[in-house]
């Protein structure tokens, strides 16, 4: 029994030594392939496109004054539906037009000191609101306005209050097919990057969508949109 146990001994260790050696073999080449998975590239990709607006929304403002208030309600009620039929016979739906409460201005309330008085008393400000998808009708009116202006309809601008908005209401329509598009300009850009560097693209490591941004062409031409968005993706990179 004695005799048997040296050989028990080496048998025993043998094992332990081949299975020590197998399993830091197994780890070393899992840690290189780790090493390997560790390598990566980030790269953006743009999408960028024109379109329409959908929406116009324009405020059109005009003033009066006098020194009585009944007669100046009188000019602004007059004023006001002469421009409502005036775009109404040029095609726009009633249901687009919107009316604003006016905005009175008592003079002699605000002058100070020796101050001469105003030449009228009350001042008002009017808004019309037009509220439309037809973007191209409105915009040949505005062109057209200058007809009630010279018939004494003192027409206001510049100002914050009366600026046109123009609005692009299908962002969700043309999302996806623009993500796709940046997220195959970001993998052109990472397979000329792994070309270059002599290494294989691999799989997406993580991806952000970027936000999408909306904004006008230019300032002549706010009606056209600019709608454009940046997708950041992390490739791996294998030899």
């Excluded at 094992?15 to 840690?31: K, P, S």
């Excluded at 009066?64 to 421009?83: C, F, K, V, W």
């Amino acid at each position: 029994m004695d005799n048997h146990r040296p050989s028990n001994a080496l048998i025993l260790g043998l094992c332990l030594f081949f299975g020590l050696a197998t399993l830091g073999y197994l780890l070393g080449n899992a840690a290189i392939r780790f090493k390997e998975y560790e390598r990566s590239v980030t790269v953006k990709g743009l999408a960028e496109h024109e379109y329409p607006a959908d929406i116009v929304i324009w405020p059109i403002q005009f003033t009066a004054a006098s020194n009585d208030l009944e007669n100046l309600y009188d000019s602004i009620e007059q004023s006001t539906a002469r421009i409502r039929t005036f775009l109404v016979a040029k095609g726009l739906d009633p249901a687009e037009i919107s009316l604003s409460t006016p905005l009175i201005t008592d003079k002699s309330a605000q002058s100070y000191g020796n101050a001469a008085p105003p030449e009228f008393r009350y001042s008002a400000v009017q808004t019309v609101t037009v509220y439309s998808r037809n973007i191209e009708a409105v915009r040949t009116l505005m062109g057209d306005l200058a007809q009630l202006g010279k018939q004494g309809i003192a027409f206001t601008g510049g100002n914050y209050q009366s600026q046109t908005e123009y609005i692009f209401t299908r962002l969700n329509e043309i999302k996806p097919a623009m993500i796709e598009e940046a997220t195959m300009k970001a993998r052109e850009v990472a397979r000329k990057f792994a070309e270059d560097s002599q290494s294989k693209l691999g799989k997406i490591k993580r991806a952000s969508q970027g936000q999408f941004s909306i904004s006008a062409r230019d300032n002549n031409t706010p009606h056209i949109k600019n709608v454009r968005v940046v997708s950041t993706v992390e490739y791996y990179l294998s030899d």
